[in-house]
């Protein structure tokens, strides 16, 4: 299938793991030309030296800055446009939360993950648009999580960022489709890997069962009785941004096993 990505312009924060890594790969896949957007400039690096040795075809090129409301993501973001000559696509895929309720997380914390995500997310949005407006391809896909839709008492963080991302996401949609941009949403379920592997040491301490009851008990919350590999939540990603997707704006894929509850 041509998904239409050869040589589109593509930023993706948070490009140094995870579901942000996986992205890069997916697109490098399809030909596009990409810069990644990340805050440790020697771990881009390298994620950088892997990618030109393994698709040397491709452009890529790396922009350096800390999330949030200030002039170094525009700048990154202009950085990024520059050297690509454009940019037809964004993702989102940076920014994190630290779990627990109400009193549990200091408030300096609170202020440095909203100052990420989703501010850290809408000064990216502002900063790419007037170059998404000169795109015949121009998409925005943020990352999010099942939170945001579902919250809990102990994912109180995760809960507020999430459900900002939804909201600013919707919003976002209904004002530059006119201009010919699509805005969705990508929410991952558990994932595996790193992530995953943390889970299941919270969930035993929190439950007092071993690693193998957490991971079971985890396994069982989802009906396809596994995590979320990153190049899945990735697909839907690149699918949302080729040219099958032209059509798809101000919704959410769910990615996550059919973990999620909720119509």
């Known amino acids: 299938m041509d998904l239409g990505l050869q040589g589109k312009k593509v930023l993706v924060s948070g490009a140094t793991r995870g579901i942000g890594k996986a992205c890069i790969e997916e697109f490098a ?25 393994r698709y040397p075809q491709n452009i890529f090129v790396m922009v350096i800055a800390a999330l949030g409301l200030n002039d170094s993501v525009k700048k990154a973001v202009d950085d990024a446009a520059k050297a690509l000559g454009g940019l037809d696509i964004v993702v989102n895929a940076a920014g994190g939360s630290k779990r627990g309720g109400l009193g549990a997380v200091a408030h300096d914390e609170w202020m440095r993950r909203l100052d990420a995500k989703p501010l850290g997310l809408m000064a990216v949005c502002e900063a790419a648009l007037p170059y998404l407006e000169k795109s015949d391809h121009a998409r925005i896909i943020n990352l999010s999580g099942l939170h945001g839709k579902e919250p809990v008492p102990w994912a109180a963080m995760a809960g507020a960022i999430n459900a900002a991302t939804h909201g600013f996401s919707k919003s976002l949609a209904g004002s530059l489709g006119p201009k010919g941009i699509t805005v969705n949403v990508v929410t991952p379920g558990f994932t595996s890997g790193r992530r995953f592997d943390e889970l299941i040491e919270i969930t035993a301490k929190e439950r007092g069962l071993s690693k193998e009851g957490a991971e079971a008990w985890l396994r069982e919350l989802v009906p396809l009785g596994e995590p979320v590999g990153v190049e899945d ?31």
Do not use: P
């Open 29 to 53: 896949k399809e030909g596009a030309a990409i810069a990644l957007f990340a805050r440790d400039e020697k771990l881009c690096s390298e994620v950088l030296s892997h990618l030109k040795k």
């Open 233 to 263: 939540v990735a697909g839907a990603v690149v699918y949302l941004a080729s040219k099958r997707g032209k059509m798809i704006t101000g919704t959410e894929i769910k990615v996550d096993g059919g973990r999620s509850r909720h119509i």
